[in-house]
T-cell receptor
Framework: KAGVTQTPRYLIKTRGQQVTLSCSPI?????VSWYQQTPGQGLQFLFE???????NKGNFPGRFSGRQFSNSRSEMNVSTLELGDSALYLC???FGIGYGYTFGSGTRLTVV | SQKIEQNSEALNIQEGKTATLTCNYT??????LQWYRQDPGRGPVFLLL?????KEKRKERLKVTFDTTLKQSLFHITASQPADSATYLC???????????FGTGTRLKVLA
């Protein structure tokens, strides 16, 4: 079966711009989570969606937002980009609690 | 707040030996703990999940133990191969949520 698909794979943006990242989960997985990965902080939880509802949110500023569509596809948006937002953004889907994540390959965002 | 500690130093071992990686957590014991493998520039790959009532779990050359008294999980790779070289991450759910905390990972290098 197809894995988790994230687009785009690479992105270069300028400070102050906004960006939208997309994630298509594995078919049948209704839980979609987003993580930010940086060398210094490791994997940091952004948010988790289930059936179009945000169930959990991490400790990120309001510039980071997301949503999930009825087909379980998810998007995350970062507004007013800062240099510190440069990171690998990972989307992961899961069948449910107590099951492992399947991660996508990530979107490498560079803010200049 | 819950924290995970993994040995941040790289672990170098000879091919054929058993690699043992450690994951320590603070505060409450989670209902389960997961291990992932991550290769450079890629998303983590789920390896094993062990529940609090399971002392040990095996999958091919992989073995995970979970000691809730010591608040520790050990991850073993037996008969290690150069292809096992990667960063290994452990993850636990935060209490009562669908939000996961990841360790910063231990980089394993298997020398031929």
């Amino acid at each position: 079966k197809a894995g988790v698909t994230q687009t785009p794979r690479y992105l270069i943006k300028t400070r102050g711009q906004q960006v939208t990242l997309s994630c298509s989960p594995i078919s049948g997985h209704r839980s979609v989570s987003w993580y930010q990965q940086t060398p210094g902080q490791g994997l940091q939880f952004l948010f988790e969606y289930f059936s179009e509802t945000q169930r959990n949110k991490g400790n990120f500023p309001g510039r980071f937002s997301g949503r999930q569509f009825s087909n379980s596809r998810s998007e995350m948006n970062v507004s007013t980009l800062e240099l510190g937002d440069s990171a690998l953004y990972l989307c992961a889907s899961s069948f449910g609690i107590g099951y492992g994540y399947t991660f996508g390959s990530g979107t490498r965002l560079t803010v200049v | 707040s819950q924290k995970i500690e993994q040995n941040s130093e790289a672990l170098n071992i000879q091919e054929g030996k058993t690699a043992t990686l450690t994951c320590n957590y603070t505060n409450y014991s989670p209902a389960y703990l997961q291990w992932y493998r991550q290769d450079p520039g890629r998303g983590p790959v789920f390896l094993l999940l062990i529940r609090e009532n399971e002392k040990e779990k095996r999958k091919e050359r992989l073995k995970v133990t979970f000691d809730t008294t010591l608040k520790q999980s050990l991850f073993h790779i037996t008969a290690s191969q150069p292809a096992d070289s990667a960063t290994y991450l452990c993850a636990i759910p935060t209490s009562g949520t669908y939000k996961y905390i990841f360790g910063t990972g231990t980089r394993l290098k298997v020398l031929a």
